[in-house]
Nanobody
Framework: QVQLVESGGGLVQTGGSLRLSCAAS????????MGWFRQAPGKEREFVAV?????AYADSVKGRFTISRDNSKNTVYLQMNSLKPEDTAVYYC?????????????????WGQGTQVTVSS
């Protein structure tokens, strides 16, 4: 079992930055695909970024968000810059084994509880 705990969310103005953290416990996740997803009110959960054999990003965040991982801390980060009101959502960290279907939320086995990000205009 893998437990994931997100932190770092909050309220920020348009153009601001936040860094989300996802601390894993229970197992070492260095070989796992680690993804970030988000869900805005009234919308479906959507892919944001993934760190797997390579990193990948949703088009909507490309160039603004950066995913990274510190295997010594068993932690994954999402650096979010140039935030926009449309980035407002609950952000979830997720983990899965293997490098396939990494943008598909249904493929992930483990999920954190989510952290709220609110970007004011």
């Amino acid at each position: 079992q893998v437990q994931l705990v997100e932190s770092g969310g909050g309220l920020v103005q348009t153009g601001g930055s936040l860094r989300l953290s996802c601390a894993a416990s229970g197992r070492t996740v260095s070989s796992y695909s680690m993804g970030w997803f988000r869900q805005a009110p009234g919308k479906e959960r959507e892919f944001v970024a993934v760190s797997s054999i390579m990193s990948a990003y949703a088009d909507s965040v490309k160039g603004r968000f950066t995913i990274s991982r510190d295997n010594s801390k068993n932690t994954v980060y999402l650096q979010m810059n140039s935030l926009k009101p449309e980035d407002t959502a609950v952000y979830y960290c997720a983990a899965k084994t293997g490098p396939l279907r990494v943008t598909d939320d249904t493929a992930y086995t483990y999920w954190g509880q989510g952290t709220q990000v609110t970007v004011s205009s």
